[in-house]
């Protein structure tokens, strides 16, 4: 039979892990009466943990709004998962904050068991990725928690934000949602000062000060949709129209928003969009695999035409006496 101590700690953690449980509840997962219950509940007050006891359809019992727990209980699962999520904020960019992942990371390592720890490391020493590290500022995890709040609570916010040119400018923003793509963080919204829906990136924002004055609901505002259209017609040097001979869907499964508009046309699909130099545009439509015609501009014709060349030339080419013979497909071992 389990001592009442741990009975008195299962109820913390239960608490913990499953706010608004009822009385019923937690008697049948303690497997005492709801008259212990609440004798445990009381221990707990008597202890310094406030559990409040709600009545009614919805009631059931939690612990008291922003109390927080000295000693953080965690199983090995979550202890793990705790972990391996900050050393994937950090690899991804998700994490927020220079050091904050960094000293996160030394605290729970510094309490985690030893049998544990060793088994968490040996994970952090051994994993491989398959892409680089996000090497992109990170924002202020004070930022993103106030825009998250305002966006939330449906507040104005007071930003003090650095453009890429690196003019420093004041302005009110109704924070409609959050959007964290390709290793940045970014606020959508109504920008008071252009009067215009706006996207910023959170790690240009030197300070954001939530504001009493609300805003209306948005309604149905999608927020990624709003970045990724945003992120595709930033200003490049050419406009790219060109023809798809392949089904819309599956041109939005090859090619981002980010990259380019796309839109269901007489034989095929149109895809617009903006490219700072057209002969990576050029490698991009060739690499997709599909007939295409382009429609503009005419210089992107002729980077078609003298990639091709290139290509004609490559394939040509005979290896030497001193060329590396390559090895058979699937030398490196089957994937399993």
Do not use: N
């Not at 008291?64 to 000295?70: A, H, R, S």
């Not at 499964?253 to 490219?275: F, H, I, K, Q």
């Not at 695999?289 to 382009?294: C, E, I, K, Q, S």
């Amino acid at each position: 039979m389990p001592h009442p101590v741990t009975r008195v700690l299962t109820l913390l953690e239960l608490l913990q892990a499953h706010p608004g449980l009822t009385g019923a509840e937690l008697a049948r997962r303690l497997e005492v009466d709801e008259r212990t219950v609440r004798r445990y509940a009381l221990r707990l007050a008597e202890l310094g943990v406030p559990v409040a006891a709600e009545r009614g359809r919805y009631g059931g019992y939690r612990l008291l709004p922003g109390y927080k727990l000295p000693p953080l209980m965690l199983t090995e699962d979550e202890a793990a998962a705790v972990v391996l999520g900050l050393l994937a904020g950090r690899r991804t960019g998700l994490a927020v904050g220079e050091s904050a992942t960094a000293s996160a990371l030394s605290k729970i390592q510094r309490v985690l068991p030893t049998a544990l720890r060793e088994r968490v490391e040996a994970v952090t020493d051994t994993v491989g990725h398959t892409s680089r590290a996000a090497e992109t500022p990170r924002p202020a995890a004070d930022t993103l928690l106030t825009l998250a709040a305002a966006a939330r609570r449906r507040r104005r916010v007071r930003l003090r934000y650095r453009s890429w040119r690196g003019e420093e400018t004041e302005r009110e923003l109704e924070p409609y949602g959050l959007v964290f793509h390709s290793g940045r963080w970014y606020v959508t919204g109504l920008d008071r000062l252009k009067q215009e829906i706006r996207t910023f990136r959170l790690d240009r924002v030197a300070s954001a000060v939530p504001l009493v004055d609300g805003f209306p609901d948005p309604g149905d505002f999608d927020p990624v949709a709003q970045v990724m259209a945003s992120l595709s017609s930033v200003p490049y040097r050419h406009e790219v129209r060109v023809l798809l001979e392949t089904t819309l869907a599956e041109a939005r499964r090859r090619l981002p928003p980010s990259v380019a508009s796309l839109s269901e046309t007489e034989g095929g699909v149109l895809m617009v969009g903006r490219a700072e130099r057209l002969d990576g545009m050029a490698t991009m439509l060739a690499g997709l695999g599909w007939p295409f015609t382009v429609i503009a501009p005419d210089a992107l014709r002729d980077e078609v035409a003298a990639l091709a060349v290139r290509l004609r030339a490559y394939g040509a080419r005979e290896p030497g006496p001193a060329a590396p013979v390559p090895e058979e497909p699937g030398s490196g071992g089957p994937v399993a």
